[in-house]
């Protein structure tokens, strides 16, 4: 489904091994295992064909989100909303595949879902209706 539609949900994913589940616990195991151990960087592994990350200058080939960091200026620390991006596009290679591993939530936490969107489809659809701004895509 990702090569072919670009995104793929994936739920009820098991929590890390030695966890009940409780978010201390999930936190923990997080932290303390390897990158080869995470589930995303296993998945990144099985579908890069070559069994390696390839992105890890500037974040690291896994980088964990951890709202409430202290000293951090990242909005990824950060509990508020972001309007719909594209991650690293400035990189002269921007990454093919992101996976985005949700360990834990506690239950009050509100908000922190995901919104995918189609650019080949918006693209699609900007030349029907606005031929000439999308042009101007192509040219910039």
Same mark, same amino acid.
């Given at each position: 489904?990702?090569?072919?539609?670009?995104?793929?949900?994936?739920?009820?994913?098991?929590?890390?091994?030695?966890?009940?589940?409780?978010?201390?616990?999930?936190?923990?195991? *997080? !932290?303390?295992? =390897?990158?080869?151990?995470? +589930?995303?960087?296993?998945?990144?592994?099985?579908? /890069?064909?070559? #069994?390696?990350?390839?992105?890890?200058?500037?974040?690291?080939?896994?980088?964990?989100?951890?709202?409430?960091?202290?000293?951090?200026?990242? *909005? !990824?620390?950060? =509990?508020?909303?972001?309007? +719909?991006?594209?991650?690293?596009?400035?990189?002269? /290679?921007?990454? #093919?595949?992101?996976?985005?591993?949700?360990?834990?939530?506690?239950?009050?936490?509100?908000?922190?879902?995901?919104?995918?969107?189609?650019?080949? !489809?918006?693209?699609?659809?900007?030349?029907?209706?606005?031929?000439?701004?999308?042009?101007?895509?192509?040219?910039?």
């Amino acid at each position: 489904s990702v090569f072919r539609d670009g995104a793929a949900i994936v739920t009820n994913a098991p929590h890390s091994a030695g966890t009940d589940g409780e978010i201390p616990g999930v936190c923990e195991s *997080v !932290a303390s295992m =390897s990158e080869s151990e995470l +589930p995303a960087g296993r998945v990144g592994r099985a579908m /890069s064909g070559t #069994g390696g990350l390839s992105h890890g200058a500037l974040y690291g080939n896994v980088f964990h989100v951890r709202v409430g960091e202290r000293g951090s200026n990242n *909005v !990824a620390y950060t =509990s508020d909303g972001l309007c +719909p991006h594209q991650d690293l596009a400035y990189y002269e /290679s921007p990454p #093919g595949v992101q996976i985005l591993h949700c360990a834990a939530v506690g239950s009050k936490v509100r908000g922190g879902e995901s919104i995918l969107i189609d650019a080949m !489809a918006a693209a699609h659809r900007l030349r029907e209706v606005r031929r000439g701004s999308f042009e101007c895509l192509l040219e910039w």
